[in-house]
């Protein structure tokens, strides 16, 4: 008897020290915003009433994005939680993947979190830890992205969170004054590019260049490749159906597809511009793999749109300039499936101020003010492209807003992690330093989880 | 007879280490080991003098183009240390996060353990020995399986059938320096209660008996008789244990988090890169940053490193 009144005791008497520290913790945040808050009703916070005032909450988000680009974010959002009188924690991880499953396990989630991929976003919603999307947020989601978005973050028929971000991973980069003075022109169909990788390969130049090293992603640009094919060999259905696992990984529609890039990667004709033979692919950092177009050493490198922050300083990034990117053509030029990737919003709590930060993400205000700092691209539809920082980012948002344009996420993020993070990067590695399409294309079916 | 078989061993235990140490300081060891210190200090060379070329030099080429094409620049430092946008480094700040997670994370395990210690081996109850061989055991526990459950104890505290019996922390901002320093000793005290107790139980039993017929108290045998003869152990641990939580990122990274506020260096480091690593040029100098100090503790401690991790091994 005497034990749990004694245990009772300890509840209570830890419960009090909480309380009190929680007491003074309130105490000590809670005048400043009320301060600020107050004195800044004008004209700036008109915009941010229809949020509602939060006056001393938090609310933190975690993201895997960092760096120069999260500075832009916060930077982004200071107006909005100036005005809300919230307080926005953000932290970005390199490890964000792993670190986020440690936090929701141990009980010290984010409360919001920016999932890069859905297939993570889904795993979270099927295990519970994520709170459904409230119906403002899913309102502004489905007025503002095309229905192809929306489908990645729902989860049995639940709304989780508006998308964020967006790159286009359907380009191919070239520079500009290289096809002018040598009169080349930009392909619009399959044939047309490959007839023109024949020219600037009789020119005594080889044509691409395309480097796959990531540290542990090793393989990941490839795996780029191999979709944006698929996508227009099999078209989108026959996309979804390859990524959810009812087309074989080793079906002969795949095994065409891959061997279509091979008649790229895999020719040393081709491949690589500025580095050596085809196996200097596997070698060669994804950052620096379209570098010796700068240098007259290679004239092609497909890769995503936010490889114009990679090119060396001082290279103009411009239809006129030192490099710009044209859609990969596929072999109808009337259909333009787009390939990319993007960030989803999902909350791990629905207090009213987490909400509040997610319709605002989601609204069209946000994408304008940050794209307004810098190099952004979202494919919310209200963005103006008059904001963008540079002619690849308006390039890439009139595709995402086109409405004749299909947009299938990067496969890879959403097929299970040991395939699509997994067997996947090391099979297409294989398969640049020799193996036959047959056998990696077998190695990944064979590994595609059985339950 | 006795006396003779002590006598023979002791004389062999004296020519076996004086036959290695003659071998060991002939020309030729110390030419193979002049070749396996070069070939170890390379790479750390070539980091250095990466660290000092310009961004566009060490992007397109190896840091041994240094010595055809000489080039030199600190701004990689300036970037990487002052940095005024918060993007660029501003590893000052992080730096003194750092030192501050650093300091209670080594001593705290150090005075524990040292009283652990002496407890274990100096102070006879009943179960001493399986209580030795509990923390011994711990050792083999591997740090990443507790990382979840002690998040979760202190984020919702403990609770056995349905009684909660200790309540979260509910640690906000700086005070989560408080989960780091409490991590990290949890981590700590079974390597160094091993350690130290160890080279206590060395210590002749006859000291101890002496001074408690003096009428000494543990404490003041520990005080004035022990701490002073252990000192090689616990600055081989206290060596240890900087080094470990100074390079440490799981622990921080889970415990301490990646704002500003907390975070330590390694941290900092893992996230300077950039989001897709276009800024990898920084890494040069950030790592050299965060290496000057564990540096400078070893190079002015490593007396009592090499003498502790001899100390221990070699009886009399």
Do not use: D, F, S, T
């Given at each position: 008897m005497s034990l749990p009144s004694r245990a009772n005791r300890v509840t209570l008497l830890a419960g009090t020290i909480g309380l009190a520290l929680a007491v003074t913790a309130c105490g000590s945040t809670e005048p400043k915003p009320s301060a600020s808050g107050g004195g800044s009703t004008s004209a700036e916070c008109a915009a941010f009433d229809k949020y509602g005032k939060h006056d001393g909450k938090t609310v933190s988000i975690y993201s895997p994005i960092r760096d120069a680009e999260a500075d832009l974010f916060q930077e982004a959002w200071k107006p909005f939680a100036k005005c809300t009188g919230m307080k926005i924690t953000y932290e970005g991880t390199g490890e964000f993947e792993a670190q986020i499953q440690v936090r929701a396990d141990g009980g010290n989630p984010p409360d919001i979190a920016f999932f890069p991929q859905p297939g993570l976003l889904e795993r979270f919603a099927k295990a519970g830890k994520l709170k459904p999307a409230s119906a403002e947020v899913k309102k502004l989601a489905e007025e503002g992205w095309s229905p192809d978005w929306a489908k990645y973050s729902t989860v049995d028929g639940t709304f989780y969170g508006a998308p964020l971000g967006a790159s286009v991973k359907s380009f191919v980069w070239y520079s500009p004054k290289m096809f002018k003075e040598k009169g080349w022109t930009v392909p619009t169909t399959w044939d047309e590019l490959m007839t023109l990788s024949g020219t600037i390969a009789g020119a005594g130049v080889k044509p691409w260049c395309a480097g796959i090293e990531s540290g542990d992603a090793t393989g990941w640009p490839a795996t780029d490749w191999i979709e944006d094919i698929l996508l227009r060999e099999i078209g989108p259905e026959g996309y979804d159906e390859w990524v959810s696992h009812k087309l074989a990984f080793n079906d002969p529609k795949v095994v065409a597809a891959v061997d279509k890039v091979g008649a790229i990667l895999k020719n040393d004709k081709f491949v690589?511009?500025?580095?050596?033979?085809?196996?200097s692919i596997a070698s060669t950092a994804f950052q620096e793999g379209g570098v010796p177009i700068t240098q007259g050493k290679c004239a092609l490198h497909r890769q995503a749109s936010f490889y114009a922050n990679f090119w060396p300083e001082g290279t103009k990034v411009a239809e006129d300039g030192d490099v710009f990117a044209f859609y990969l053509p596929g072999n109808d030029p009337s259909k333009k499936p787009v390939l990319g990737a993007g960030e989803f919003v999902a909350a791990f709590t629905d207090r009213p101020e987490v909400q509040a930060v997610q319709a605002y993400l989601a609204s069209a205000e946000f994408p304008n003010t940050r794209m307004k700092l810098g190099t952004y691209v979202s494919a919310r539809k209200g963005v103006d492209t008059a904001n963008a920082q540079n002619p690849i980012d308006k390039l890439s948002i009139e595709m995402l807003q086109d409405p004749d344009t299909v947009f299938r996420f990067d496969g890879s993020d959403l097929m299970p992690a040991a395939v699509g993070a997994g067997t996947f990067w090391k099979g297409m590695t294989d398969w640049i330093n020799g193996k036959d399409t047959k056998t990696v294309l077998d190695y990944i079916e064979a590994s595609w989880p059985k339950s | 007879m006795t006396t003779l078989t002590e006598t023979v061993a002791r004389t062999r235990a004296v020519t076996a280490p004086q036959r290695v140490r003659r071998r060991l300081t002939s020309r030729v060891a110390s030419a193979v080991a002049i070749v396996i210190a070069v070939l170890w200090t390379t790479p750390t060379f070539g980091l250095l003098l990466s660290s000092l070329r310009p961004e566009d030099q060490i992007k397109s080429t190896g840091w041994w183009t240094f010595f055809s094409d000489p080039q030199l620049t600190l701004e990689n430092y300036q970037e990487v240390l002052f940095g005024t946008s918060s993007s660029s480094g501003q590893m000052m700040s992080f730096l003194i996060n750092s030192i501050v997670i650093t300091i209670p994370s080594v001593l705290l395990p150090l005075a524990l353990s040292t009283f652990a210690a002496y407890a274990l081996a100096w102070l006879p109850f009943r179960g001493r020995e399986w209580i030795y061989i509990g923390v011994f055991a711990?050792?083999?526990?591997?740090?990443q399986m507790a990382l979840v459950p002690l998040l979760s104890f202190f984020s919702q505290g403990v609770e056995v059938f349905g009684l909660q019996v200790l309540p979260g922390w509910e640690l906000e901002g700086s005070a989560r320096f408080v989960q780091v320093w409490f991590a990290h000793t949890c981590f700590a005290l079974p390597l160094g209660i091993f350690l130290i107790h160890n080279f206590m139980a060395e210590l002749p039993g006859d000291l101890m008996e002496a001074a408690r017929v003096d009428g000494a108290t543990h404490g003041t045998i520990l005080r004035k008789l022990v701490l002073p003869l252990v000192g090689p152990a616990l600055a081989t641990f206290g060596i240890f244990q900087f080094l470990w939580v100074w390079n440490d990122l799981l622990v921080a990274l889970i415990f301490a988090g990646g704002t500003a506020e907390t975070a330590p260096m390694t941290v900092r480091l893992a996230q300077m890169a950039g989001t897709k690593g276009n800024e990898w040029q920084r890494l040069t100098s950030g790592a050299f940053v965060s290496v000057v100090i564990p540096l400078a503790v070893f190079l002015s401690m490593q007396r009592y490193f090499v003498r502790g991790l001899l100390a221990g091994s070699v009886k009399g």
């Open positions: 690589n511009g500025g580095y050596g033979p085809v196996k | 711990l050792q083999i526990v591997p740090l």
